[in-house]
């Protein structure tokens, strides 16, 4: 039976990066993106060019109140499009940065940081448990910011830490369903993440660089694939893992 993966902010990025190589792999894709609806049809069109099928569906992962109306949408595709009442796999990539020191740190900055990076992880999971299949796969993105600091990220990172530690606890409980959850957490990534500073800007791409073993900074061909590669069989056995894909950041 053909997987689908369900992946959140996959309009770009990481995102669009882990649907394409789920989709060369063999899987279907559900994505989600918050406002690029022209670049979310863009790898829809590029998954069905492979043969796979894929959706794509707007939704801003910091809207709680958002997750019971796009899980019957989701409910309703599923039956529609591939006659099933479930999914194998959910990844949790949605994101966004917001560049503050603590002491400039505004409560709007944090609540997003917050409502987007963990409490909307937490709450769409909850909401999409019933869809997804026993003995399926969550990855959820956190970042190498939790391991190695960098100032002006206090808020992002402390949102991604608690992402660290709810993956745990839901690796345990979902256990019974045979459901393993794991994180994954990259290192500077040349996106236009946090406003495409790493990509951008030689200055900070340098600095990364020189902190990297490897001797550069990442593309999101360095993540997609290994995501991909995470959620198949081979990887069955990993769970309840933070696994860093940083090219030896700040070893």
């Known amino acids: 039976m053909t997987r689908i993966s369900l992946v959140t902010g996959a309009s770009r990025g990481l995102g669009r990066s882990t649907a394409l190589n789920i989709a060369r792999l063999g899987g ?6 918050r406002s690029r609806s022209e670049d979310a049809e863009a790898v829809v069109a ?4 492979m043969g796979r099928k894929a959706i794509a569906f707007q939704l801003d992962t910091g809207d709680v ?26 990844v949790n990539n949605a994101g966004h940065g917001d560049y503050a020191l603590i002491g400039q740190t505004t409560e709007a900055q944090f609540d997003a940081l917050v409502n987007v990076h963990f409490k909307g992880v937490l709450f769409l999971t909850q909401a999409l448990l019933p869809l997804i299949a026993d003995g399926g796969r969550i990855v959820n993105l956190s970042s190498g910011l939790t391991r190695v600091s960098y100032p002006g990220y ?22 019974e369903r045979r459901i393993a959850v794991n994180t994954v957490a990259p290192g500077a990534i040349e996106t236009d993440f946090g406003g495409g500073a790493v990509r951008d800007d030689p200055s ?22 290994m995501i991909a590669s995470l959620l198949s069989d081979a990887n069955r056995w990993v769970n309840a893992q933070r696994i860093e894909v940083s090219g030896g950041q700040a070893i």
């Open 65 to 90: 109140a958002a997750f019971a109306a796009f899980t019957e949408r989701v409910r309703a595709t599923l039956h529609d499009t591939w006659s099933r009442g479930t999914f194998d796999h959910l």
């Open 46 to 49: 590029e998954i069905r060019a």
């Open 154 to 175: 206090a808020a992002y990172a402390a949102a991604k830490g608690a992402v660290e530690v709810l993956s745990t606890y839901l690796a345990k409980e979902l256990g």
């Open 204 to 225: 900070i791409n340098k600095i990364f660089a020189q902190m990297t073993a490897l001797g550069r900074a990442g593309v999101a061909e360095d993540i997609g694939p």
């Open 28 to 33: 279907d894709v559900i994505l989600t993106y």
